[in-house]
């Protein structure tokens, strides 16, 4: 009786056992058959994964070159290749004598490299970031452990500051690096090219197999920059804007040179400035903008050439025209007077020029009236963007001009009340210089791919807006002012030169009026009937002195020289009828 039941115990348990297994089993032959039919394609990917090696072949980022007159290229920017020092101090048993070899090696304390030493669990420590080529081979016979060098790529400026706002600098950005500004961020793609990748098969311990398949993109490196910057000229405005700016302890200030025929740039200064190569270390991030195209200003008596033309242009005045100076004009509950508050009396339309009368300027506002001067307002660019190829730009502020208010008509007849870039006002004298055409300004003159391949940029007519006879007009008007003003400093004897200066009151911070402080700025052309070039130079809230005559002659002249010498332009040149007349 007890072997029945006891059979009968171990025939219930043989049975379970039994059952467990059978489970037991139909689990794994569904979960076999879960992996191997129903997600066969993912876990075969994931094997492939597993046996696959990819990996991104960088581009190298192309060449920035500044020029001279004669095309002759100098590197303005390039890439290096550098590698990071990478260490395992978890395998380093002499952490002492290690950091001795590294502090004799790079000459830094010996402290800093005890610190990044003394980590050990750490496998992975970075010991000195963008370590030249160069020195890598001497860096491998220190017979450091676990030592690593991890390849990368350095951005170089040799000029350091010389155009800073023009090339901009390479930066991190997001995983990568980038071009942040300038020439650099505008034409990222140009200069950085194409990355190239490859993939391949690899065994359990991660190395390429000898036999197996092979991907390859090959990468596309970056192409050549040429910019039409020439790095005499550059240095130069860079050298007499840093005078001004200490002489009269300015806040700010710019030089743009740029040829008036085709709108390239053959200079563009701003101060503050920095160096690509450490921008890491500025402050305040501002100083990386370009004033020249990315900053409004009230210019002032610099736009009176612009309303002159307006007008000359609709046959409502011609240089000879006179009106009466009273000293001021009554526009509703507003007067507005001259710089200097006097009453010159009876004046010619030259005369206003000359001696920048705020009382002319509103007669020949007032004689266009509103539609038309809102028209050629536009029609010189002021409030759109000029289209040069740099990053930031703004389409400068003249909505005030919309509301029909007399007395916004009246103050922007003399360049304030409207918030202009100073690339604008630049192009737009350059209209007046270059027969009334306006043009679109560039700062690159070509791209060259990795194959010699070139790629010119044309000069770009943006449209015509005044009749060439308007333009001599002006331009026998501006070498008036010039000859008749500004004590004879500005001009150069032999040459015509056409010019005019500004002197603008500064918006209070509170949008309430004007406060004390000024805008000087200085622009004009030469040879006045052939212009080879156009300077405009602009100090911000100097100090000493209120009017930019005083100020910004001597540079605005020292420029003109520079530059009829640079390109060996000869004396004697005459306009029709032997300007001014």
């Given at each position: 009786m007890h072997d029945k039941k006891f059979q009968k115990s171990i025939g219930r348990r043989f049975i379970f056992i039994s059952l467990l297994f059978g489970f037991f089993a139909v689990v794994i032959l569904s979960r076999l058959f879960y992996i191997g039919i129903i997600r066969h394609e993912y876990y075969r990917g994931v094997a492939e994964d597993q046996h696959r090696l990819s990996e991104i072949l960088p581009s190298k980022r192309g060449k920035i070159f500044f020029q001279d007159k004669f095309g002759n290229q100098k590197v303005a920017a390039f890439s290096e290749d550098v590698y990071d020092v990478v260490v395992s101090p978890d395998i380093i048993e002499d952490i002492d004598g290690t950091a001795s070899l590294f502090s004799d090696f790079f000459?830094?304390?010996?402290?800093?490299?005890?610190?990044?030493?003394?980590?050990?669990?750490?496998?992975?420590?970075?010991?000195?970031?963008?370590?030249?080529?160069?020195?890598?081979?001497?860096?491998?016979?220190?017979?450091?452990?676990?030592?690593?060098?991890?390849?990368?790529?350095?951005?170089?400026?040799?000029?350091?500051?010389?155009?800073?706002?023009v090339l901009g600098y390479v930066g991190f950005q997001g995983e990568g690096s980038a071009g942040l500004y300038g020439v650099e961020r505008y034409y990222d793609g140009e200069l950085r090219g194409l990355a190239g990748s490859l993939e391949g098969e690899k065994s359990a311990t991660g190395y390429w197999l000898a036999i197996g398949k092979r991907i390859i993109s090959d990468p596309v490196n970056g192409s050549d920059v040429i910019l039409t910057i020439d790095h005499n000229i550059q240095k130069k405005a860079e050298d007499e804007l840093k005078l001004a700016i200490e002489k009269w302890s300015a806040e700010s200030g710019s030089v743009l040179v740029l040829e008036p025929k085709t709108g390239r740039i053959l200079s563009l200064a701003a101060y503050p400035v920095f160096d690509p190569n450490e921008y890491f270390k500025e402050k305040d991030y501002s100083v990386f903008k370009n004033p020249i195209v990315e900053s409004l200003f009230e210019l002032?008596?610099?736009?009176?050439?612009?309303?002159?033309?307006?007008?000359?242009?609709?046959?409502?005045?011609?240089?000879?025209?006179?009106?009466?100076?009273?000293?001021?004009?009554?526009?509703?509950?507003?007067?507005?007077?001259?710089?200097?508050?006097?009453?010159?009396?009876?004046?010619?339309?030259?005369?206003?020029?000359?001696?920048?009368?705020?009382?002319?300027?509103?007669?020949?506002?007032?004689?266009?009236?509103?539609?038309?001067?809102?028209?050629?307002?536009?029609?010189?660019?002021?409030?759109?963007?000029?289209?040069?190829?740099?990053?930031?730009?703004?389409?400068?502020?003249?909505?005030?001009?919309r509301y029909m208010r007399d007395i916004d008509f009246a103050t922007a007849s003399f360049g304030?009340?409207?918030?202009?870039?100073?690339?604008?006002?630049?192009?737009?004298?350059?209209?007046?210089?270059?027969?009334?055409?306006?043009?679109?300004?560039?700062?690159?003159?070509?791209?060259?791919?990795?194959?010699?391949?070139?790629?010119?940029?044309?000069?770009?007519?943006?449209?015509?807006?005044?009749?060439?006879?308007?333009?001599?007009?002006?331009?026998?008007?501006?070498?008036?002012?010039?000859?008749?003003?500004?004590?004879?400093?500005?001009?150069?004897?032999?040459?015509?030169?056409?010019?005019?200066?500004?002197?603008?009151?500064?918006?209070?911070?509170?949008?309430?009026?004007?406060?004390?402080?000024?805008?000087?700025?200085?622009?004009?052309?030469?040879?006045?009937?052939?212009?080879?070039?156009?300077?405009?130079?602009?100090?911000n809230k100097p100090t000493g002195n209120r009017f930019a005559a005083n100020t910004l002659t001597v540079p605005f002249h020292n420029m003109i020289q520079y530059l009829l010498n640079y390109y060996e332009i000869p004396p004697g040149q005459q306009s029709s009828q032997s300007a001014p007349q």
């Open positions: 000459g830094k304390p010996k402290e800093l490299y005890r610190a990044h030493l003394e980590k050990p669990d750490d496998k992975y420590e970075i010991i000195e970031k963008a370590v030249p080529s160069e020195r890598t081979d001497e860096l491998g016979k220190l017979g450091i452990p676990g030592l690593t060098l991890i390849p990368g790529s350095k951005r170089l400026y040799p000029g350091k500051e010389l155009a800073a706002h002032g008596s610099v736009f009176k050439p612009v309303t002159m033309a307006m007008a000359i242009n609709e046959n409502l005045v011609n240089p000879r025209t006179v009106y009466t100076d009273t000293g001021e004009v009554r526009i509703g509950g507003y007067t507005i007077k001259n710089f200097d508050e006097k009453k010159n009396g009876v004046q010619t339309m030259t005369q206003v020029l000359e001696k920048s009368l705020n009382t002319g300027a509103v007669f020949v506002g007032t004689l266009l009236g509103k539609e038309r001067f809102k028209r050629y307002v536009a029609d010189f660019g002021f409030g759109e963007k000029t289209g040069i190829d740099l990053p930031g730009e703004l389409f400068g502020n003249v909505s005030n001009l304030q009340g409207v918030g202009i870039t100073p690339l604008q006002l630049a192009m737009a004298i350059a209209a007046i210089a270059n027969g009334g055409l306006l043009m679109r300004p560039y700062v690159v003159e070509s791209i060259r791919n990795e194959n010699g391949t070139v790629y010119e940029v044309a000069p770009e007519t943006v449209r015509k807006v005044l009749n060439p006879d308007t333009a001599e007009a002006l331009s026998i008007m501006l070498v008036s002012v010039v000859k008749n003003g500004y004590e004879g400093r500005a001009g150069v004897d032999g040459y015509l030169v056409a010019a005019k200066t500004g002197t603008a009151q500064i918006p209070s911070p509170d949008s309430r009026g004007y406060s004390a402080d000024v805008i000087h700025s200085f622009v004009g052309y030469a040879p006045a009937f052939d212009p080879k070039f156009l300077i405009y130079m602009q100090l």
